[in-house]
């Protein structure tokens, strides 16, 4: 399993930016693909998850209405829409999965959001 994370940067409050994640080593296409975060000092937390299809996404209370995940089966990369950027929402975001062998990590991407 490989998982390659792209997109962080330094954005301002209020702003937007998009992650990705390329896959590969696995069949993409059959698992929950996740995104979690970890901000300094903090135990890393799940953000948004994704169903298989695309269809059931799931996310943290503290990102509802503001992340969108989304994932492209043909890509197969599953993607991190993120909008209205808070100060706390600065971490270190890691795509994520398990194929049943344990939850394999991406080296993660960071995200600082500050004027």
């Known amino acids: 399993v490989q998982l390659a994370e792209s997109g962080g940067g330094l954005v301002q409050p209020g702003g937007s930016l998009r992650l990705s994640c390329a896959a590969s080593g696995f069949t993409f296409r059959s698992y929950i693909m996740s995104w979690f975060r970890q901000a300094p000092g903090k135990e890393r937390e799940l953000v948004a998850s994704?169903?298989?299809?695309?269809?059931?996404?799931n996310y943290a209370d503290s990102v509802k209405g503001r992340f969108t995940i989304s994932r492209d089966n043909a890509k197969n990369t599953v993607s991190l829409q993120m909008t209205s950027l808070k100060p706390e929402d600065t971490a270190v975001y890691y795509c994520?999965?398990?194929?049943?062998?344990?939850?394999?990590w991406g080296q993660g991407t960071q995200v600082t959001v500050s004027s």
């Open positions: 994704i169903g298989s299809a695309g269809v059931s996404r």
């Open positions: 994520s999965t398990n194929t049943g062998g344990g939850r394999q």
